[in-house]
């Protein structure tokens, strides 16, 4: 049962990210925007029990031309 509601916290966090979305800075520096954003999640158990989350993040970025 509470490897069930983890997943699903995780699973709705993952959700929530991916809807939000981002918009970039408009400053000089950090003038771009986010194309895209891919989040996998990984929830496993080791042998002892012990619960695992692997997270892995891709984020796509535009920049201006100068």
Do not use: K, Q
Request: a negative charge; charged letters at 25%; glycine letters at 8%.
């Amino acid at each position: 049962m509470r490897l069930t509601r983890g997943f699903f916290a995780v699973l709705t966090l993952a959700v929530t990210m991916l809807l939000a979305g981002g918009t970039g800075a408009s400053a000089d520096v950090d003038d771009f925007t986010f194309d895209e954003l891919t989040v996998d999640y990984t929830l496993s158990r080791d042998d002892d029990g012990t619960s695992r989350l692997e997270v892995v993040e891709r984020f796509v970025a535009r920049f201006p031309d100068a």
